[in-house]
């Protein structure tokens, strides 16, 4: 693969992920609002915002996971000339498994602490 390819790819692969964070951000702060606000009328929803909890979760893990794995799927793909580069050295030897398993830490202690609000 040429280097303008694999940048554009790179590009790509970052603009979903951008897009990603942001509609889970969105939809954690929505749902964290809808949690607070409501208060003391959570019984009768409480089902409803329980799966809304684990759905948003699971689409803020699975989202970052798929992400994570076009950036590994395109550091194996880096071109020599690029790989041969410090720059290249530092991003092949990126450590995904830390940033992967901080997003499952990260994701699953936000929807355990809006189910516990939800049905406390």
């Not at 790179?10 to 509609?23: F, V």
Request: aromatic share 8%; charged share 10%; glycine share 8%.
């Amino acid at each position: 693969m040429d280097e303008k390819n694999w940048i554009k790819l790179g590009d790509q692969t970052a603009g979903n992920l951008r897009a990603s964070q942001s509609t889970y951000m969105l939809a954690v702060s929505a749902l964290t609002a809808i949690i607070v606000f409501a208060g003391d009328h959570l019984s009768d929803s409480s089902f409803l915002l329980t799966v809304s909890a684990i759905g948003v979760g699971l689409f803020g893990l699975l989202t970052f996971e798929n992400s994570q794995q076009g950036f590994i799927a395109l550091m194996k793909g880096m071109p020599g000339s690029m790989a041969s580069t410090e720059m290249g050295a530092a991003l092949k030897s990126t450590p995904f498994i830390v940033f992967r398993l901080a997003n499952v830490v990260l994701v699953t202690l936000i929807a355990v602490a809006q189910i516990i609000q939800v049905n406390s």
